[in-house]
């Protein structure tokens, strides 16, 4: 794993800036391109055979969504960076993949980069960077590879749902970014009930020799959600203080509540956070107090076994005159006393509650 990450990071040493190279590891053998083009009256979707296609939406009167997936095709997405006028280092940042969440402010157009979580179908969280260009009547955005969480934002467009057909560009890519944020919860929501499976397995004593693993991977998890969220707090603060014709006054108060969300998502991030260290505590905690049972429980054998490992040394020395060996009853004496030494630390140890 550590080659791997040694090898992303060296792909652009020495490389100018702006050159454009992929550094994802989710290929797409073919690029996706998909086109929203609407306004309050229609709606057209479509599905471009060639990013040449997409040219022909610039400058349209009605708003245009061009989703792009496959950042490994990176001709492509030139082609259409030098058509939209985009920047070269606007251009390399989309295909660069360790890209913290950002926006930067053209002339024409803004460009926002985020982090898209959402689970695969056995729970495990997906990271994605996606990225936004925003201009006059269009958003263009790139994806790393099929799958999203933008349905609901397509069904909206597709049947007219909302405000979103009579909205301007500024509000499509509102949605979109709420969609993301929006599944942030589900994905804190889960490790929110991991944490309290986890808690409950602990305080029942129910803890094998993996928890101790599980719950650093929960921990290195919870960490790595922290870094993708936290920045995105700036970039909708900017957004908001954005002097721009490209964001309208009355879209503002819409990210303003995206804003909210995120305040709503880290705090609970720093909740689960200190919960995980709880987790390492009292998991440690069980770990002693079971030692502890154990080291009670030797000691109370040791204890009782001392009186009578003494007795026995003393009739088993090889003396003589010892007097109590010669008696006729001195066996069935020995075993009594023995016995009853044993029986009254039972007693001892039961009424100091040690037992």
Known sequence: ????????????????????????????????IEVFDYNVEKCTEEELPTIEHAFDFKGSDSVTWININGLNHVDAIEKLG??????????EDIVSISQRPKID??????????KMLYHDKDDNVLYEQVSFILGKNYVLSFQESE?????????RIRHGKG?????????????LMDAIVDNYFTIIETLGDKIEDFETDIFNGNVNNSINKEIQDLKREILKIRRSIYP???????????????????????????YDHLIQVTENIDIYREMIWSLMDMYMTTISNKMNEVMKVLTIMASIFIPLTFIAGVYGMNFDHIPELHYEYAYPVFWGVMIIIFLGMLYYFKRKKWL
């Open 1 to 32: 794993m550590a080659k791997n990450r040694i090898k992303k990071q060296h792909k652009k040493i020495g490389k100018a800036p702006g050159s454009m190279i992929y550094t994802g590891e989710k290929s797409t053998k073919k690029l996706f």
């Open 82 to 91: 030098n058509h939209y006028n985009l920047h070269p280092l606007v251009l």
């Open 105 to 114: 402010e053209y002339e024409d157009y803004l460009f926002v980069v985020l």
């Open 147 to 155: 799958g999203d969480v933008f349905d609901t934002v397509r069904e």
């Open 163 to 175: 405000r979103v057909r009579t909205m301007q560009s500024d509000y499509l890519l509102y949605i």
């Open 232 to 258: 995105l707090r700036e970039v909708i603060s900017r957004i908001d203080k954005h002097e721009s014709s490209l964001i309208q006054k009355r879209t503002k108060t819409f990210y303003r509540d995206i």
